[in-house]
């Protein structure tokens, strides 16, 4: 008769009813605590006021003239008259509308792909830079960034001067490119917009390369030894580790220069004025302009402004989305 063996049995049961009895893990979701109250609402009510003043006001007004037909006899006291949509039917019927949206996009897109290039590579070279040349680049960069938009085109303008322009200089003299003498960069539709672009960029550069460079100061030294020791390369470096850290940078500057440059007016304004065929060349903010205040149709105008604000407001709404995402990872 084998005799039951009953020492280690207490201890197996015991071990079995503490993993009955342990505690279900966590959900995954976080449950945000609510802490202060009101009190972090009542301290945004003053911007609240002053945005709802300043920018809100406006905005109804422009939806509103969107819906009238208001032109240079309703700015004289004549009563708008209200025609419901059609404006806007006037609007996207007109394939001119079409064509400058097309345009804008299209310019728009390519500035903000060479702006986050050059933007990223100027941070990485930043890196490593010793503190000298750093700086010095710094300043250069602050330059670039403090100039007035109004102030670059001109100078811009002054650089692609169809008589006296030292690039027209310099491809004639030093490359014997003759058929660059006295040449308009600004009558073609395609030179025009390269010499815009490299406005936009220039100006906008800093921007870009000053956020990335401060993401990259953050980026931990001990993760970028462990991945060259592992035989990643630079390319490898950037796409595995520094671009993840830095992703929510990327997502903020890339939405960033998408508005900027859907919208952008100035640059394109002075070039125009400066050489290039209005027709050819209008961006959406540029002929809104001429539409509303140059033509006196600001029904018209108005209805092209509230479609680029409800662009611009689908662009805004999907980087606020993304945010959150990266807040609730």
Not at 71 to 80: D, N, S, W
Not at 106 to 135: D, E, Q, S, W
Not at 139 to 168: H, K, R
Not at 241 to 269: A, E, G, M, S
Request: charged share 10%; hydrophobic share 55%; aromatic share 12%.
């Amino acid at each position: 008769m084998t005799t039951p063996v009953t020492g280690p049995a207490p201890a197996l049961s015991a071990i079995e009813g503490e993993r009955l009895l342990a505690p279900e893990p966590a959900p995954k979701r976080r449950q945000r605590r609510r802490r202060g109250g009101f009190t972090p609402y009542a301290l945004l009510i003053p911007s609240i006021v002053t945005l709802a003043a300043i920018v809100g006001w406006p905005l109804v007004q422009l939806i509103i003239t969107s819906f009238q037909t208001f032109g240079r006899a309703q700015v004289f006291g004549a009563p708008p008259e209200f025609i419901g949509f059609g404006n806007y039917t006037k609007v996207l019927s007109d394939p001119a509308f079409w064509q400058v949206l097309g345009r804008t996009i299209l310019f728009a897109a390519v500035c903000v792909i060479v702006t986050m290039l050059l933007g990223t590579l100027i941070a990485l070279m930043m890196t490593r830079l010793n503190k000298f040349f750093r700086g010095l680049l710094a300043v250069g960069l602050l330059l670039a960034w403090a100039m007035p938009a109004l102030t670059a085109t001109i100078v811009w303008g002054w650089v692609f001067d169809t008589d006296y322009g030292i690039v027209n200089h310099v491809l004639v003299n030093l490359f014997s490119l003759d058929e660059f003498q006295q040449h308009s960069w600004l009558i073609n539709p395609l030179s025009f917009f390269f010499v815009a672009g490299i406005i936009i960029v220039w100006g906008a550069v800093p921007f870009v390369a000053f956020t990335l460079y401060a993401g990259l100061t953050q980026v931990p030294d001990e993760v970028l030894e462990a991945a060259q020791l592992d035989g990643a390369g630079g390319v490898k470096r950037f796409r595995f580790v520094i671009f993840p850290y830095l992703k929510p940078i990327f997502l903020v500057t890339t939405i960033l220069q998408i508005i900027w440059d859907l919208r952008v007016f100035t640059q394109i304004f002075a070039l125009q004025d400066i050489g290039g065929i209005r027709e050819q060349t209008n961006t959406l903010g540029v002929y809104i302009y001429q539409v509303s205040i140059a033509g006196g149709e600001f029904g018209l105008g108005g209805a092209i402004a509230v479609i680029t604000v409800i662009i611009l407001m689908i662009i805004s709404l999907y980087y606020v989305r993304q945010n959150i995402k990266q807040e609730d990872l």
